[in-house]
């Protein structure tokens, strides 16, 4: 039996999925590692101490960012010398700007946001205007990443939930580095798993972005090579998208029309096998973001 392609949205909250079940077994693994290092009765005492010296008798900090380092190993450079390498894995349990974008990326789009404004740039800073910032202001500030006195402090954003959702108390400053919990290599491979899951959504959501980027691409290609405006109504109609001649670049009207209403939307297929709802699902999509540019 042929088994058909997932989509781009499918493979997106297949990422979510495996992520989310892999970060229940990771607290309940990270929550073991720790406290075979930092036993429960070694807590409770420097909390006891705490509560008796104050700051002399100990510190404690409630963490969910964990360093994990694996076996010593020996590694032999270019030269021929050999040296002990510790490799180490940084996991962390919290919500970070970036990964609650994709991870929450229907979420923000629901709110009138847009999740893309920093994929949207690839790494060009200098591409940042000011409807740049303006965005990012209101994203994070929907996300938890970026608060004011103004808040309603009584709802916990994403962000809050993520940090209240996963904490242990840890023997040590607030600084995440300072503590280095050692684990067989079995154990920092599962860890390296999760980080790696981790990094999948965020991918996922780049790729999403790119896909549906590239669709856009096309049509504004096909937008710009046609010579009348009804030529494009044509194409908006089949699509069941409004269309007004706004929306077209008045300097491209002498260009040659190398597409047509009754083929331009052909490039909207996909490599993926899609559905027909999908598929226009995609393609009114696109001329909507084209609307809301112009």
Known sequence: MTQKRLTLNTEKRKAIADYNTARTKMKVLAETVVRHHQPQEDVDTIRSMIAKYNSSGGELYKDNCFYFTAP???????????????DEEHVKFDLED???RSYY????????????????????????????????SQVNKFTGHETSSNDNKTELSYRDEWEKDFQLTTIGS???HSRMFAVDQET???FKMYNSLREQVIMAHQQLYEHVNSKM???????KSYRYFDQAKS????LGVALNEGILNESSSMALSVYSPENLADLLTDKVEQTREEKIAIARSIMQQQQSVN
């Open 105 to 136: 990326r229907d979420e923000i789009k629901a709110k009138g946001l847009n999740p893309d404004f920093r994929v949207a740039i690839n790494g060009n800073y200098d591409k940042r205007s000011p409807s740049y910032y303006t965005m990012e």
């Open 217 to 223: 691409q096309k049509l504004t290609l096909g937008l």
């Open 72 to 86: 010593p190993r020996n590694e032999t450079d270019s030269d021929g010398h050999t040296r002990e390498v510790v």
């Open 98 to 100: 970036e990964f609650a």
């Open 235 to 238: 194409l908006a109609d089949k």
């Open 188 to 190: 920092f491979e599962m």
């Open 174 to 176: 607030s600084y995440c």
